[in-house]
């Protein structure tokens, strides 16, 4: 099988790289991709920025050199249900979106996850306020990309999955506001945040030092689990 595998961040990618084999770059209009084996799969992996429109040009890109059988939106999400914790596994079974909701498949194997439906949307979710507001809905995880990539997975009828690893919790508001730092290219401006971080050091900079540590944590654990996937 040959799996498209999007994510916003080549950080996203770093766990499932070390599993995979015959990685070698990939000429594809996009900020990062790279071709690559995993187990039976020929997979190409791209990371194309922050957000739904990049995310679905981040396909549209790769569907113009690789003839995918089906896609995948990995990366990193917060939690919205409570008893989610620091890196576990959310698969999604459906994305729900301002602009409709759309099907999202399972593994026909996988390790042990959560599965629920994903809220996508287009903005960081900073606040335990709006995250229970989000859970009322139903959804158990919210992101930003995975409507971009069903959007096209569903235009173009190929098979689409959400799988993503937890790196914010429910009950936690974010003191770094991530979402002014949010540049039109789809990257954060890390000096913004960090000269924003220094005017209240005592909270923000052990924030984003804890957070970089579990997105590192997320990303390996998101590897493993995609790579012992059956698809």
Request: aromatic share 6%; net charge positive; glycine share 8%.
């Amino acid at each position: 099988m040959k799996l498209l595998l999007i994510a916003s961040d080549r950080m996203e990618f770093q766990g499932l790289l070390a599993r995979c084999e015959r990685v070698r770059a990939a000429a594809l209009a996009v900020d990062w991709s790279r071709l690559a084996r995993l187990g039976a799969h020929d997979v190409l992996l791209a990371a194309n920025g922050v957000g739904a429109r990049r995310a679905a040009s981040a396909v549209e890109a790769a569907s113009a050199i690789f003839a995918a059988d089906a896609m995948a939106s990995l990366g990193f999400c917060g939690a919205l249900a409570p008893e989610l914790g620091v890196a576990d596994i959310v698969v999604a079974t459906g994305i729900a979106a301002a602009d409709g909701r759309f099907a999202a498949q399972t593994p026909a194997a996988a390790p042990p996850h959560r599965t629920g439906t994903v809220c996508s949307l287009d903005h960081v979710a900073r606040s335990a306020e709006e995250k229970r507001g989000l859970h009322i809905t139903g959804a158990i995880a919210v992101e930003m990309e995975a409507a971009g990539v069903a959007a096209r997975a569903e235009a173009l009828g190929r098979p689409f999955y959400c799988i993503k690893a937890v790196t914010d919790l429910a009950g936690e508001s974010m003191a770094n506001d991530f979402n002014s730092a949010l540049r039109p290219d789809g990257h954060f401006d890390t000096m913004e945040i960090l000269r924003s971080s220094l005017r209240h050091p005592s909270v923000r900079l052990p924030e984003l030092f804890r957070l970089r540590k579990r997105c590192l944590r997320a990303s390996k654990v998101l590897g493993d689990f995609v790579a012992d996937c059956r698809f």
